[in-house]
């Protein structure tokens, strides 16, 4: 009988009275890629972050290749041959690519090494693995699928044997995908196990031999890929049956633009975009795709603020008050107050309605009201408009963006990254709520770095690559090469 790589035994995390795990059991086969799969809060980033030494289990145990470990931090764990690349980057993005492999290997036997020498096995372990990259170049000047090229390779590194991978496609182009998929088989094949924590199922049934799905903090089942398909994981997932779409029942009206990009050029710090031409009709849900950083929040900011417009002009039915709404890319950052209660982050914009406010006075108890009737529609939990914001999961504050939104009955919606962060259940949910804003007469501006997003709802989509428009493509043209291709650079 072979010896797992990793087993965990009824292993329990509690953050006060917060249960993230609870007697959490599963094993990984040496060797094999291993999908984590779960909805948002059910606790499989925390069950990693135990393995890597960044929490300390509350009970049971984890063994590595047999035996029992306790790890204090995660210079145990790389110290025990396991890395982690964490779905946000951690880099020195003014340094090299060299110098950020040598900043993690302070210390080591690898770090006395001249530094000519130190380049010199890097490549060749860069080579070996299929991850090919400029040392010499500064992070700030790679691309998002360089980067995470250069974060595995820091692991690599250290010759770790376990790699664990969290939502690492998230910000890549489906080429670059492609060409992690195949760099992640290749290690497999040099015996390395690899954990990869994803709520893509189509990734887990194309890449994975094994998947966990974890639930409300508890593992709900292990099953061999082979033996399994994307819709009994979702079922498992979420605990009940996932919709189908429906097939639309209106058609886009095209004698009404309701938002018009006019030669369009806008700058936010040292990038712009140039020239963008986009026309946005009534009941008509057209997609931006592009790697992030390509002009998308410039395309944002030229529409919301006048002071970025350089040239041209955006017009349509977007400056009167309340018919133009928009979710931020990134809600706490853009979007909400965090440490304010609920009820305050649903008025956010809208203060000045005769519906919430008095004058210069709000009409606090009507507010809470509107705001609980809000919460019980979209089924946002728990339904207490006088809890803080920064206390609901993920997947529920994305719905009360999406409520604030959508709630206004707006002629113009610019919806950026309405499902990052968020699990398959709310995944559905809002896609169901975009798609009945636009049968209801919204035009819909949807800027995703989620391909599958745009393919699933767009009636159009346009790619945008350095600033420019490069690519458009009508539903009958989808295709996700081609997308992929345009978002590249490449024709």
């Known amino acids: 009988m072979s010896v797992s790589a990793v087993e965990f035994k009824g292993v329990s995390k509690y953050f006060g009275e917060v249960r993230a795990n609870s007697d959490i059991s599963f094993s990984v086969a040496k060797g094999s890629i291993h999908g984590i799969v779960g909805e948002n809060g059910a606790g499989k980033s925390t069950a990693m972050k135990i393995l890597f030494g960044l929490y300390r289990p509350d009970g049971g145990e984890i063994l590595v290749h047999g035996n029992p470990v306790s790890f204090d931090s995660p210079i145990d764990a790389m110290a025990a041959k396991i890395g982690m690349v964490h779905q946000h980057f951690m880099l020195a993005e003014p340094f090299t690519a060299l110098d950020n492999i040598l900043l993690q290997q302070k210390g080591s036997a690898f770090s006395v090494l001249p530094r000519k020498e130190q380049k010199k096995r890097l490549q060749e372990i860069a080579e070996r693995y299929g991850f090919t990259l400029n040392l010499d170049a500064k992070v700030e000047d790679l691309s998002v699928g360089e980067q995470q090229r250069l974060e595995i390779l820091k692991i690599l590194s250290q ?74 994981l979702a079922e498992m997932m979420v605990g009940r049956h996932i919709q189908a779409p429906q097939e639309r029942q ?28 986009i026309t946005v009709h009534s009941k008509e849900i057209v997609g931006v795709a592009g790697v992030e950083g390509n002009g998308q929040d410039i395309l944002i900011r030229s529409l919301l603020d006048k002071h970025a417009l350089k040239k041209g002009s955006v017009n349509g039915s977007i400056r009167s008050e309340g018919l133009i709404c928009s979710f931020p890319e990134d809600r706490l950052r853009f979007g909400m107050l965090p440490a304010r209660p609920v009820y305050e982050n649903f008025i956010l914009g809208q203060h000045k309605r005769s519906l919430f406010s008095r004058g210069i006075f709000l009409k606090v108890r009507e507010i809470i009201s509107r705001t609980k009737e809000i919460m019980d529609t979209y089924d946002i939990r728990p339904h207490n408009p006088l809890l803080p914001f920064d206390k609901l999961s993920g997947g529920n504050q994305q719905k009360l963006v999406v409520a604030r939104a959508l709630s206004q009955k707006p002629q113009v919606v610019i919806a950026a990254q309405p499902t990052r962060g968020v699990d398959i259940g709310a995944i559905e949910f809002i896609h169901g709520e975009l798609r009945k804003a636009r049968d209801e007469g919204a035009g819909i501006l949807l800027i995703s770095s989620e391909l599958d997003e745009l393919m699933t709802l767009s009636d159009r989509i346009v790619v945008l690559y350095k600033g420019k428009l490069v690519a458009e493509f009508n539903r009958s043209e989808f295709n996700e090469i081609a997308l992929g291709t345009a978002m590249g650079g490449c024709k």
């Open 250 to 277: 209106t058609s886009v009206d095209k004698t009404r633009a309701v938002l018009k990009f006019d030669n369009v050029s806008a700058t936010l710090g040292n990038h712009q975009i140039e020239d963008i031409n």
């Open 159 to 232: 010759d770790s044997e376990i790699l664990i991978l969290d939502e690492p496609t998230a910000v890549l182009t489906p080429q670059e995908v492609q060409d992690l998929f195949k760099n992640l088989r290749r290690l497999k094949e040099e015996g390395k196990t690899i954990l990869i924590i994803t709520h893509k199922l189509k990734e887990v049934m194309s890449l994975t031999d094994a998947v966990t799905v974890f639930r409300t903090g508890r593992v709900v089942g292990s099953k061999k890929t082979s033996e399994t398909n994307g819709s009994e």
